[in-house]
């Protein structure tokens, strides 16, 4: 990593560690989900970004990991430390089923995800019995274990920076080791490294699952901090927006997905609040990356320092 990335890992920290003395309740209320749905977005981009697979189901994994967290807290009284794993276990086991997605490629492999996502969505929207329908399952309670409780969102937001912090240096270490050098090396060329001997099929299994894994747990994170999760957690229009962030950020890098979650969270709460066509202003503002800035912000940002450097290097 260069001076300038560090620099830039440093003043982002600094600003979100010291947001609550400076911000009031909403501010860090919406910090949060930003953080939160940037390692769904993060989730989505270990596929895209790193693969080539544009998945439209990781709300599902999402959904599915806040349910279970949520009943088992809510109804059956299970305590945190043993209904947010079994969260993150059942997202990452919907994944391993899901994951036969990766037999195929291109627009096949986004229509059975969005198939698959679909499946989730309707479960959780039909079975009102098990999941409450449209009504959900409220009053989840902020984790605890043992002496050690949440008891407000400033200290949520603390541990849910902490989490995401771990799971982006986790992240770093997976895509720059071979596993990962040998997901791009797939996205570049399947046929080729089929030919140098890669088991390139369970390559990508690996990497789905592992995506529903970090989905899983952003899932268990969200259900915690909204206290309540609904049918809409798994719908197809999470799952579209979270790729949408990737790509906005900056897809294939690590805070690309993030500053992405911070653009469209940050444009969804503002124009709402005066334009009710709001989502019409995300589907110009994804135009307008694809246009003209395809690598996302990240990207245009690298652009731009280039262009500065050569324009200062020019002797004229």
């Given amino acids: 990593m260069d001076r300038s990335r560090v620099t830039v890992v440093i003043v982002v920290l600094a ?16 910090a949060t989900q930003i953080i939160i749905f940037g390692l769904l977005a993060l989730s989505v981009d270990l596929l895209l970004g790193h693969t080539g697979l ?25 305590p945190t430390v043993f209904a ?12 391993l089923v899901f994951g036969i997605a990766v037999r195929t490629r ?7 995800t969005i198939a698959l996502g679909f499946i989730v969505w309707g479960v959780a929207y039909r079975w009102s019995s098990f999941t409450g329908g449209d009504n959900g399952v409220t009053n989840v309670p902020f984790p ?52 140098l001997g890669y088991r390139t ?33 798994g719908s197809f229009q999470i799952s579209v927006e979270v790729a949408l962030m990737a790509i906005v950020g900056g897809s294939g890098t690590i805070i690309g997905p993030f500053i992405g979650s ?16 709001h989502a019409a202003v995300m589907g110009v503002v994804f135009i307008a990356t694809v246009l003209w800035a395809p690598d996302g912000l990240v990207g245009l940002a690298r652009r731009l320092r280039k262009r500065r450097t050569g324009i200062r290097k020019d002797p004229a």
């Fill in 84 to 95: 947010a794993p079994a969260g993150v276990l059942a997202g990452t086991l919907l994944a």
């Fill in 201 to 233: 099929a369970l390559h990508l299994y690996v990497a789905f699952v592992l995506s529903g894994a970090l989905a899983s747990l952003a899932g268990v994170l969200y259900v915690y901090y909204n206290r309540f999760v609904n049918p809409v957690t």
């Fill in 262 to 277: 911070g653009v469209l969270l940050g444009l969804r709460n503002w124009v709402s609040s005066f334009f009710e066509l």
């Fill in 144 to 195: 605890s274990i043992g002496p050690l409780a949440v008891t407000s969102h400033l200290q949520y937001y603390y541990l849910v920076l902490a989490i995401v912090m771990l799971c982006a240096l986790g992240y770093r270490m997976l895509v720059s080791s071979p596993f990962g050098l040998g997901l791009r090396g797939i996205k570049a060329s399947e046929s080729r490294m089929r030919s």
């Fill in 106 to 112: 291109g627009v096949y492999f986004i229509l059975i």
């Fill in 15 to 30: 600003a979100a560690l010291a947001l609550p003395f400076y911000a009031g309740p909403f501010w860090m209320g919406l």
């Fill in 54 to 78: 544009f998945s439209l189901c990781h709300a599902s994994f999402f959904a599915v990991a806040a349910y279970t967290t949520a009943i088992l807290q809510v109804r059956y009284g299970t």
